[in-house]
Protein backbone atom coordinates (compact mmCIF):
# COMPACT_ATOMS: atom_id res chain seq x y z
CA UNK A 1 0.00 0.00 0.00
CA UNK A 2 0.78 3.11 -0.44
CA UNK A 3 2.97 4.67 2.30
CA UNK A 4 4.46 8.07 3.03
CA UNK A 5 7.01 9.13 5.13
CA UNK A 6 8.38 12.63 6.23
CA UNK A 7 11.72 13.70 7.98
CA UNK A 8 13.79 16.00 9.20
CA UNK A 9 11.58 18.32 10.89
CA UNK A 10 12.14 19.63 14.27
CA UNK A 11 13.57 23.18 16.13
CA UNK A 12 14.82 26.23 13.83
CA UNK A 13 15.69 29.81 14.82
CA UNK A 14 14.03 32.73 12.47
CA UNK A 15 15.99 32.92 9.79
CA UNK A 16 17.47 29.08 9.77
CA UNK A 17 16.59 26.17 7.29
CA UNK A 18 15.67 23.26 7.19
CA UNK A 19 15.31 20.47 4.58
CA UNK A 20 12.14 17.67 4.66
CA UNK A 21 12.13 14.73 3.21
CA UNK A 22 9.07 12.12 2.45
CA UNK A 23 10.21 8.66 1.61
CA UNK A 24 7.56 7.02 -0.62
CA UNK A 25 6.48 3.45 -1.03
CA UNK A 26 4.21 1.12 -2.46
CA UNK A 27 3.39 2.53 -5.73
CA UNK A 28 5.17 3.97 -8.93
CA UNK A 29 6.60 6.65 -7.87
CA UNK A 30 7.78 7.76 -11.69
CA UNK A 31 3.77 7.92 -12.27
CA UNK A 32 2.87 10.52 -9.57
CA UNK A 33 3.22 14.27 -8.82
CA UNK A 34 4.40 15.12 -4.79
CA UNK A 35 3.19 17.97 -2.98
CA UNK A 36 3.73 19.28 0.48
CA UNK A 37 1.29 21.02 2.70
CA UNK A 38 1.60 22.16 6.72
CA UNK A 39 -1.13 22.62 8.93
CA UNK A 40 -0.56 25.36 11.67
CA UNK A 41 -2.46 24.50 15.16
CA UNK A 42 -6.20 25.86 15.13
CA UNK A 43 -5.78 26.40 11.04
CA UNK A 44 -6.50 24.46 7.78
CA UNK A 45 -4.37 22.42 6.15
CA UNK A 46 -2.29 24.92 3.59
CA UNK A 47 -0.99 24.02 -0.19
CA UNK A 48 2.77 24.77 -0.03
CA UNK A 49 4.06 23.82 -3.25
CA UNK A 50 3.99 20.69 -5.73
CA UNK A 51 6.59 18.89 -8.33
CA UNK A 52 5.47 16.83 -11.42
CA UNK A 53 6.99 14.01 -12.61
CA UNK A 54 9.69 15.88 -15.26
CA UNK A 55 10.42 18.07 -12.40
CA UNK A 56 8.09 21.19 -13.31
CA UNK A 57 7.25 22.71 -9.63
CA UNK A 58 4.19 25.27 -8.34
CA UNK A 59 4.55 26.84 -5.04
CA UNK A 60 1.97 28.58 -3.78
CA UNK A 61 1.92 32.30 -2.15
CA UNK A 62 3.49 31.10 1.75
CA UNK A 63 6.18 28.99 -0.24
CA UNK A 64 7.14 31.50 -3.13
CA UNK A 65 10.93 32.68 -2.62
CA UNK A 66 11.83 30.82 0.44
CA UNK A 67 11.18 27.26 -0.47
CA UNK A 68 11.93 24.93 -3.01
CA UNK A 69 10.79 21.24 -3.89
CA UNK A 70 13.01 18.77 -5.75
CA UNK A 71 12.31 15.10 -6.02
CA UNK A 72 14.76 11.92 -6.69
CA UNK A 73 13.79 9.24 -8.60
CA UNK A 74 16.74 6.85 -7.84
CA UNK A 75 15.81 7.06 -3.70
CA UNK A 76 11.79 7.90 -4.06
CA UNK A 77 11.95 10.57 -2.21
CA UNK A 78 11.06 14.29 -2.27
CA UNK A 79 12.20 17.22 -0.35
CA UNK A 80 11.23 20.18 0.70
CA UNK A 81 13.90 23.20 1.58
CA UNK A 82 13.21 25.43 3.90
CA UNK A 83 15.28 28.90 3.70
CA UNK A 84 14.66 32.07 6.04
CA UNK A 85 12.49 30.51 8.29
CA UNK A 86 9.71 32.56 10.56
CA UNK A 87 8.03 31.75 13.35
CA UNK A 88 4.63 31.66 11.16
CA UNK A 89 6.35 28.58 9.40
CA UNK A 90 5.57 26.44 12.76
CA UNK A 91 3.19 23.82 11.81
CA UNK A 92 2.95 20.24 10.96
CA UNK A 93 4.67 19.29 7.54
CA UNK A 94 2.79 16.42 5.28
CA UNK A 95 4.14 15.09 2.02
CA UNK A 96 0.95 13.80 -0.31
CA UNK A 97 0.90 11.99 -3.35
CA UNK A 98 -2.58 11.79 -5.41
CA UNK A 99 -4.70 8.75 -6.52
CA UNK A 100 -4.25 9.92 -9.74
CA UNK A 101 -2.46 12.10 -11.63
CA UNK A 102 1.69 12.70 -13.02
CA UNK A 103 1.51 16.60 -13.31
CA UNK A 104 0.35 19.37 -10.96
CA UNK A 105 -2.26 21.02 -12.32
CA UNK A 106 -5.09 23.06 -11.05
CA UNK A 107 -6.70 21.02 -8.37
CA UNK A 108 -3.13 19.75 -6.65
CA UNK A 109 -3.43 22.39 -3.91
CA UNK A 110 -6.93 21.31 -3.02
CA UNK A 111 -7.13 18.98 0.66
CA UNK A 112 -8.91 16.36 -0.47
CA UNK A 113 -9.75 12.49 0.08
CA UNK A 114 -8.03 11.87 -3.36
CA UNK A 115 -4.80 12.22 -1.63
CA UNK A 116 -2.57 9.51 0.11
CA UNK A 117 -0.66 11.49 3.36
CA UNK A 118 1.90 10.85 5.43
CA UNK A 119 1.80 11.32 9.09
CA UNK A 120 3.87 14.52 9.39
CA UNK A 121 6.80 15.66 10.67
CA UNK A 122 6.83 18.90 13.49
CA UNK A 123 8.68 22.23 12.22
CA UNK A 124 9.02 24.73 15.43
CA UNK A 125 10.61 27.76 14.17
CA UNK A 126 11.49 29.79 17.50
CA UNK A 127 14.36 31.90 19.53
Known amino acids: QVQLVESGGGLAQPGGSLTLSCKAS????????MSWFRQAPGKEREALSC???????VYADAAKGRFTISRDSDTNTVHLQMNNLKPEDTAVYYC?????????????????????WGQGTQVTVSS
Open 96 to 116: ATPEVGAYCGRTWARVSDSYY
Open 26 to 33: GFTFEYYY
Open 51 to 57: VSVDGRT
